[in-house]
Every structure is written in structure tokens, then in C-alpha cells.
Nanobody, 124 residues
Framework: QLQFVESGGGLVQPGGSLRLSCAASGRTLDYYVVGWFRQAPGKEREGVSRISSSGSYTNYADSVKGRFTISRDNAKNTVYLQMNSLKPEDTAVYYC?????????????????WGQGTQVTVSS
């Protein structure tokens, strides 16, 4: 019943910034771990970031550490991904998904309730 809608993607030049939003419906996010994932053409879907239900713990892929920041506002039932210093290799469709199990890795197979994704294109 939990559903996500991703938004905020677009075309940005290298070095630019975007803020993605993941709006949940059907359930409150209070007890869900939420992750951001991305998939580039011809590539497998990969985990980008993960945030605990309270927001007190976050996890990032090595490729985005220091550039991306995940956050959540449970009152708004929304999770965000602030992306700074964007690189062409960040180009992908970005998805959010959820799990009730905090002990899982960022392997997409551990998550569900996938949204339709939002396209991020980083190009000059």
C-alpha cells in the first residue's frame, strides 16, 4: 500500500545541484528505512543512500559521499536527496524505495514500494 512519487530531476550542468523529493502515500514513513537508488542506461540499479526511520543514521555509496545528503521530514511524509557537485556519471533515473528492516544493505533487492523514478541528466 505504500507508494512513492519521485520528483525534482532535470538537466543540470556539471558542478550544479539538484534536490530530489520522494513523497510517500498510503502509509506513514515513521517506521521505514528509505533508500535512494539510481539506474543508468545499460547499467544495473545501484544504491545511492539510505536513511533510518528517525533520520539519525544515514549511509552513502562511496561514489556520492561528500556530495549528496539524504534527509527526511516524517511530518511531511517525504524523503529528500540533496545532490551537489554533480558529475556526468551521476546521470541516471533516480528512484526511492523502502524497507522495514534496517539491517539490510543498499542492495535494491532488499527494498520495495518503488516509485516511477525521476530523470537526472548532468551534461554541458
Amino acid at each position: 500500500q505504500l507508494q512513492f512519487v519521485e520528483s525534482g530531476g532535470g538537466l543540470v550542468q556539471p558542478g550544479g545541484s539538484l534536490r530530489l523529493s520522494c513523497a510517500a502515500s498510503g502509509r506513514t514513513l515513521d517506521y521505514y528505512v528509505v533508500g535512494w537508488f539510481r539506474q543508468a542506461p545499460g547499467k544495473e540499479r545501484e544504491g545511492v543512500s539510505r536513511i533510518s526511520s528517525s533520520g539519525s543514521y544515514t549511509n552513502y555509496a562511496d561514489s556520492v559521499k561528500g556530495r549528496f545528503t539524504i534527509s527526511r521530514d516524517n511530518a511531511k511524509n517525504t524523503v529528500y536527496l540533496q545532490m551537489n557537485s554533480l558529475k556526468p556519471e551521476d546521470t541516471a533515473v533516480y528512484y526511492c524505495a523502502a524497507t522495514r528492516n534496517f539491517l539490510v544493505t543498499m542492495n535494491p533487492a532488499h527494498f520495495g514500494s518503488w516509485g516511477q523514478g525521476t530523470q537526472v541528466t548532468v551534461s554541458s
